[in-house]
């Protein structure tokens, strides 16, 4: 019913992840209306992103440089990193504006099962990175999955023989949460996780 | 956090749409990691788009030709419009395969508070069309919404006088419900329209 180019451009939408093809298709044709050059400016941003971006040589970031922003800030405190799955993990924490360390993007997390082994992550690299650099603290920011928590324990195992202080992202009930609905696991690790006024 | 050409291409996504600026952030993290000739295939379709279409001069449908595929159909009886606010409408429409004429689109709906008052529309362009063409039908299939039904109303005033057949498209439960949670309007439409066995 519509012209090839309409089914092409919603296809190309509905792989985009949470994207379905109903929402691709009022996409689609939310930019049929728009003016040629509000199109040309999104697809100008497209380009750019595929042609200036490379991965921080440090952390693993997306960067326009060799460094990434985070590691080129003088500002921040050298001596603390804090491991995450990927680079989207940067944004919850950055936003919360209690991080000043940097970070190391593992770019996934130990998943045999998907073909994912150990070697397959940027593991190596963080441990040259602990032992060239003078690094105090290793905070592990993997997701509290069973594959987050596999990943965070076997990088205690390799980081416990150095000196430094390692820790786990806290564990407990999400703000605004109630206890008649938490489930089992989380009560356990508020309970664990329990401080002291 | 990231290169200012992330952030970019984050708030152009997050104009359309349906898409939030969380939606948009992993939307550009999934891009990033494309091999750069997906993307490209992806550009291209949106450059297409935005090149090859343009309007049926008969229907208003996009198209890549002069007429639409639905208006250049030779197996599409051409005695019965369908007239629909908008391009989008249309897939519905035809995924059900019972109707088997043409469409007109309005290109909206009548909103004096938005401006958009008769004359915005191409309601011009469907009288004529009903007028110079043998046109038995029209199947008004604007929404059932307050805006769908004035200007539902309005196009029965002006295609009276002609001597065609005029209907509107049935109202009732929409499959799957139940009568205990319908709203009254509903159900009352509902009872209008009720059907003998």
């Known amino acids: 019913m519509f012209p090839n180019c309409i089914q092409n451009l919603i296809n190309e939408f509905s792989k985009l992840p949470g994207i379905g093809p109903k929402a691709a298709e009022r996409i689609v044709f939310y930019l049929l209306e728009k003016p040629k050059k509000e199109v040309k400016t999104f697809i100008q941003a497209m380009i750019e992103v595929k042609t200036k971006t490379k991965i921080c040589r440090q952390c693993f970031n997306v960067s ?14 050298k001596t603390i990193i804090c491991v995450v799955e990927n680079a989207l993990d940067i944004i919850p924490l950055e936003k919360t504006g209690q991080f000043k ?15 994912i082994t150990p070697e397959k992550l940027r593991i190596k ?27 965070a324990l076997y990088l205690v195992r390799l980081l416990k023989p150095l000196d430094i202080k390692i820790t786990r992202i806290g564990r407990g009930l999400p703000t605004g949460a109630s206890l008649e609905y938490a489930d089992e696991t989380t009560l356990s690790s508020a309970l664990i996780g329990r401080r002291e006024y």
């Open 125 to 151: 690299e963080l441990m040259s990175r602990v032992e060239k650099e003078k690094i105090k603290e290793v905070i592990i920011a993997t997701n509290p999955t069973t594959e987050g928590e596999t990943t």
């Open 64 to 77: 326009e440089n060799e460094l990434c922003r985070i590691c080129s800030d003088s500002k921040r405190d």
């Open 101 to 115: 360390g940097l970070y190391h993007i593992l770019d996934g997390k130990i998943e045999p099962s998907k073909g």
